[in-house]
């Protein structure tokens, strides 16, 4: 009985995730990007974990949308929260320095249809948030990139408060 149960909750967990929209995530020229440097591993690897980080924050924040929804985003620009500076220590690593100073910011475009493949909504967006270390809570407690995440699901709650991206 406890294995049936189990292979029922799992089977309507994944039918309710499989039924979310979904969002294909493009990355233009990371290694011209403004600010992705690392600070204590080489930036091929960085550069890898941040797309697959970034990619799974917008395929959390496409859960919100209606079953057979398409959001199409290519990422131009990101510039991390901080500043990678130089760290003279016994190790020879560097350091991201995060203040007020140094806020999160990213340039991407989109392109949301519903599920007949109509335009809905598309755009250019720089969004930033020069008050990051303000917010109360971190968005998901999932990414190394906190500030990043809270800026996108703060930029992506305000689209379907105006009611630019539709609301499961």
């Known amino acids: 009985m406890k294995?049936?149960?189990s292979i029922v909750f799992l089977a309507a967990a994944l039918s309710a995730q499989a039924q979310a929209g979904e969002v294909k995530v493009a990355w233009q020229e990371p290694e011209k990007?403004?600010?992705?440097r690392p600070?204590?591993?080489s930036k091929p690897d960085f550069q890898v974990r941040l797309i697959k980080e970034f990619d799974q924050i917008f395929a959390d924040l496409a859960k919100k949308l209606p079953d057979g929804?398409?959001?199409?985003?290519?990422?131009?620009?990101?510039?991390?929260?901080g500043d990678v500076r130089p760290f003279f220590h016994h190790t020879m690593n560097d350091v991201r320095v995060i203040?007020?100073?140094?806020?999160?910011?990213?340039?991407?475009?989109?392109?949301?249809k519903d599920e007949q493949g109509k335009s809905i909504a598309s755009g250019t967006e720089n969004v930033k948030d020069m008050s990051f270390l303000f917010?109360?809570?971190?968005?998901?407690?999932?990414?190394?990139?906190?500030?990043?995440?809270?800026m996108l699901r703060d930029w992506f709650g305000k689209q379907q408060r105006d009611k630019v991206f539709p609301t499961r």
């Open 3 to 5: 294995k049936i149960c």
């Open 33 to 36: 990007f403004t600010d992705i």
């Open 39 to 41: 600070s204590n591993e």
């Open 69 to 81: 929804y398409q959001w199409d985003v290519t990422v131009t620009d990101v510039d991390l929260a």
């Open 99 to 112: 203040k007020d100073l140094y806020w999160p910011r990213m340039s991407f475009n989109f392109d949301l």
């Open 135 to 150: 917010h109360v809570g971190v968005a998901s407690g999932h990414s190394n990139f906190q500030y990043e995440e809270q």
